[in-house]
């Protein structure tokens, strides 16, 4: 099975950075990931599909890139709302697997 | 308004069993396939099974194969996941997701239900 390993695990950034989270999968998988934010005590919510497709009502400063085996999530300007947890999931073939997540908090 | 309300969980001994429900409106179910997705007490997420629209096919993850099984019916727009022999590893808050029509993300999500196996 593919593994998907995020980085870094944990990221403390200020009001205003630009942030960007790493998702490698263990083998190529194309497009097919999916970007995924869970704020504390709340179910996850879907942030991008197919790499770099924002969600309708997604803020745009969050944007996705990358195919095969290295895609990025990238917040473009951090907000006190964006802390929580983020997770990319594989989606090309099951299992449908997600990486470990990268909690994000504000410094 | 898509709704997913997950019900059915609650403590159950090792080696037993327990069945989730999971109650969808605000969309035509029969014509998308559904997700189960657990979270074990501060760790991350775990993709579970799926299951098609027809219900003609469905994939577990190894960790719960031959334990789980997931099924749905689209009469009562209702998806299902049964657990037998459980652990104490399968305690976890349990989502019900719908996979996206145009592929196998998940597009919207339940509030969970939490799962707890002890003795």
């Known amino acids: 099975d593919i593994q998907m390993t995020q980085s870094p695990s944990s990221l403390s950034a200020s009001v205003g950075d630009r942030v960007t989270i790493t998702c490698r999968p263990s083998?190529?998988?194309?497009?097919?990931l999916a970007w995924y934010q869970q704020k504390p005590g709340k179910a996850p919510k879907l942030l991008i599909y197919?790499?770099?497709t924002l969600q309708s009502g997604v803020p745009s400063r969050f944007s996705g890139s990358g195919s095969g085996t290295d895609f990025t999530l990238t917040i473009s300007s951090l907000q006190p709302e964006d802390v929580a947890t983020y997770y990319c999931?594989?989606?090309?073939?099951?299992?449908?697997?997600f990486g470990q997540g990268t909690k994000l908090e504000i410094k | 308004e898509v709704q997913l309300v997950e019900s059915g969980g609650g403590l159950v001994q090792p080696g037993g069993s327990l069945r989730l429900s999971c109650a969808a409106s605000?969309?035509?179910?029969?014509?998308?396939?559904m997700s189960w997705v657990r979270q074990a007490p501060g760790k991350g997420l775990e993709w579970v099974s799926v299951?098609?629209?027809?219900?003609?096919?469905?994939y577990s993850a190894d960790s719960v194969k031959g334990r789980f099984t997931i099924s749905r019916d689209n009469s009562k727009n209702t998806l299902f996941l049964q657990m037998n022999s459980l652990r104490a590893e399968d305690t976890a808050v349990y989502y019900c997701?719908?996979?996206?029509?145009?592929?196998?993300?998940?597009?919207?999500w339940g509030q969970g239900t939490l799962v707890t196996v002890s003795s």
């Open positions: 197919a790499a770099s």
């Open positions: 999931q594989k989606y090309n073939s099951a299992p449908y697997t």
């Open positions: 997701a719908r996979d996206d029509s145009r592929g196998w993300y998940l597009d919207s």
């Open positions: 083998h190529d998988i194309s497009n097919f």
């Open positions: 299951i098609s629209g027809s219900a003609g096919s469905t």
């Open positions: 605000g969309f035509t179910f029969s014509s998308y396939a």
